[in-house]
């Protein structure tokens, strides 16, 4: 396997960032053969930098690249690619308080594949870019549209881990959504369709009352870190927090709703539009 860091991080070395040659034939172009990761470096107050959990995105990784068949790097290699690339990158680390240096680890199926199969070859490269608020409300609420014709992942397919190809299903439901004025779009489950799955990029949380539900994780919705840490947190607070399916009615009913992830870190949900059958 090949490894790059901007530079970047490049199968095993730090290079400058720039653009790299891969064959018309590579796995990854052909047949989708690509996983990613989303991680953020924060500057403290001390001058110290903040990595958050970069083992979970390790081993999310890890998962991801069995599922896509391809090798992964070890936690080990992951994490000191990370460091390496955040450490040639200290000087783009916004100031504390004002954003974070966004990592984006990238591994994908290099070599030539002309018929269906896994590629001969991988490239794990990583690179980094400063960033502020995800969504143009900043942290203020946004406003989703429930989507009900097209969706993100079904049973059995690849919802559950970070692949390129996920994302490519969701750019025309969010495109046409943010065209009408809507901060993003979430996703019901493929077969009742009546059960929420998550947002394009973060994962969902409804609360009522004293209770808190967040879809159950079962292959069709990312694993997201963050949700892992609201759902600790908000039990430490006394919150019930439950892992399962949960209804649009439930979401029409909530008291409060927020989203969760390593961009949009906890965003308030200000209002929904569901405009199928109830
Ligand atoms: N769901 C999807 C589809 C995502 O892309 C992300 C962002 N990685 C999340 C949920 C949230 O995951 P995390 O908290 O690990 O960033």
Not at 30 to 43: D, H, R, S, V
């Amino acid at each position: 396997m090949k490894c790059s860091i901007g530079g970047s991080f490049a199968n095993g070395e730090l290079v400058p960032f720039g653009n790299i040659e891969i064959s018309p034939s590579a796995g990854v172009l052909n047949y989708g053969q690509g996983l990613f990761e989303g991680l953020k470096a924060y500057k403290k107050e001390d001058g110290n930098i903040l990595l958050f959990r970069p083992e979970e995105n390790a081993t999310r990784m890890m998962m991801g690249a069995e599922r896509m068949c391809m090798p992964s790097p070890s936690v080990d290699q992951f994490l000191q690619a990370v460091k390496a690339t955040v450490l040639a990158n200290e000087r783009w680390i916004p100031p504390p308080g004002k954003g974070s240096l966004y990592i984006r680890p990238l591994l994908m199926g290099t070599g030539s594949v002309l018929g269906l199969a896994p590629a001969p070859e991988y490239t794990f490269l990583i690179y980094v870019a400063p960033v502020g608020n995800y969504f143009k409300e900043g942290l203020s609420p946004i406003n989703l549209l429930v989507e009900t014709g097209m969706h993100r992942a079904c049973p059995g397919g690849t919802g559950g881990v970070k692949t390129i190809g996920n994302y490519a299903a969701v750019l025309k439901a969010q495109g046409e959504a943010k065209a009408k004025g809507f901060s993003d779009v979430l996703y019901l489950n493929s077969v009742q369709k009546q059960y929420l799955e998550e947002v394009s990029s973060c994962n969902i949380f409804v609360v009522k009352g004293n209770t808190i539900s967040t879809p159950q994780i079962e292959g069709t919705i990312l694993p997201g870190i963050t949700r892992k840490s609201i759902i600790d947190m908000a039990r430490d607070q006394g919150f019930e927090v439950f892992e399962k399916p949960v209804t649009v009615d439930e979401l029409l009913e909530a008291d409060e709703v927020f989203c969760t992830g390593t961009a949009v870190v906890v965003s308030p949900v200000g209002s929904v539009t569901y405009l199928g059958k109830r």
